[in-house]
DNA sequence: TTGTAAGCGTTATCAT
DNA sequence: ATGATAACGCTTACAA
């Protein structure tokens, strides 16, 4: 900037004056200034000027468990396409579901001076740690899981209401006997919610809940033998509800390894190829880029300086009706 | 900083040295820092830090067309795990495979300065803009296309062998009529690379080049399109190849709508449910994680200095058989 | 073993 | 309409 400033004949803080648009600057000046700039391929620095200004950089944290899951990846695609209108820049990590990286990625997103901070809780985590930060006024927000021992903003799925909604259509289709192929025991709160979902569409219907027909598959093998386990049942259920998409593509592979095409199947989350399938799968989709984006709309209404209290949004989910779904119960 | 030296009775340059393991530093006055730095809350600022040491920020720019496409998400996914362990940050953004967002993502991440800028060419991009960032010395590596108008380093899959491996693959099991379903034409490279590996294979076996048997899809729709249109020829083809993920979308999704179960399929790049199709799809596997950290591990050694030319970089890919490319030709 | 002074590249404040 | 000076939070170079 001074070599600009040298150059034009200027100080360093006419330069800055033109490149803000900032006071008044005669229209010469400014153009000899901006000539200077592209004569000598100039190009501000961010960090000094985000040191100087706010004492906040001009980035958003995101922390996800996992950037190759399309889920996520989603996520942070819908979180960077609601900061980037505002000038924000997105910084990434990986946790990898262990709570130890999610705390020193945490660490070094405020070392760098985040305006604000969006995290996909690891599955064991706990967030006191970061109680000081949220009193201090850094806007924090947790997504598709809520915060532990913090109170703070979140923004989830409609896990409870569309894990109904899909249990609801099996059983409008026919079926009595449904069974559940469940979500990594440790992330209780999805577990929990499509669960109870699952419950409140067999509570509504006047079925009752048994303990047999509920299992659980933390990775699509997992979710294969549990898939068989539950149809070598005495008393076997005629259709599937399949808690997350790793459930479901276990499910999938599992009925199709067994030439099951009779069970009826209903999974949460869509699938890439779910139309593609034999019989095409019916899906209770979330909306990846639509959390994304509230969770950063949030914290940026916050950065506004927003200062109600903690709020949960609820995305809501859509039930895509494809064929699985659809099967009547074998009789 | 000053606070803390405020508060132990010493000079913030103390506190620097205790923090960086720098320099003698009394015991006693160690102990009294830390404790001093854990009573206040005191956080290092890694923008004064990175502005003041090295004038570049702790940081790796990458930009990608796309965040939420499972290809990309697990290559920054790879860039992330190969540059934290030497202390990096990943900042991302997408270009939704225009030119102009990759440019103005490309000015931010400039004006930031990265450490070194990891780029997945925009379709119809342009990079000598990048000419002067190079001669000075920041490492930028181009990912999964080459620059254009720039000689630059550059990370690849192995497009052409690996085209040419899935082909010979059908031929070896007695097809002689083989459709190639294609990548989007504006992404050039890559589907010149993997039709010059269709081609490599023909004349491997000794068949002839029929301009007719060559599709173009570069949409799941387009490609499903593209896959009737070959069908329906008086000569049909009675393999395809599909020269990436949502052409090999397309093509199965109207292989099965058209019940049509007899036609071999290969396809470029492997998808999540591969396994539960019916036939299950043989790929050719690309490994994006892979990818992701050899772009990482070649931008950091030219932050380590490496001043050697700028080189090409093939990842090698993987024939992942499954069933669909093992069908018979129909009689 | 610790401190002092200067400076990284900006911008805020107050003058001129 | 422009400039001078100080300051943001840290580290380097040199002293003490």
Redesign the interface.
Known sequence: MTDVAREVGVTAKTVSRVLNDEGPVAVETRERVLAAVTKL?Y??????R??RVGAR?A?VGLVVP?????F???V??GV??AV?PRGL??????SGETAGHEQSLI???????VSALIVVPAAAGDHRHLR?ERVAGLPIVFLDRPAVGLTADCVVSANRDGARAGVSHLIAHGHRRIGFVGDLPAALYTRRERLQGYRDALDLAGLPFERALVETGHDPEAAGRATMRLLALADPPTALFAGNNLAS?GV??AL?RAGRKDVALVGFDD????????PPLTVVAQD??AVGAAAAELALSRLDGDRSRARRTLVPTRLITRGSGELPPRT
Do not use: K
């Open positions: 391929g190009r501000p620095n961010l960090m000094a985000n040191m950089d980035t996992e950037l190759g899951n399309p996520y990846g989603t942070a695609g960077e396409g980037r820049t997105l910084i990434v990590g990986s660490a070094t997103f405020l070392a760098r001076r000081s593509m999938v592979v199709s699938l890439p190829l779910a139309e593609a399938l034999d990846p880029a």
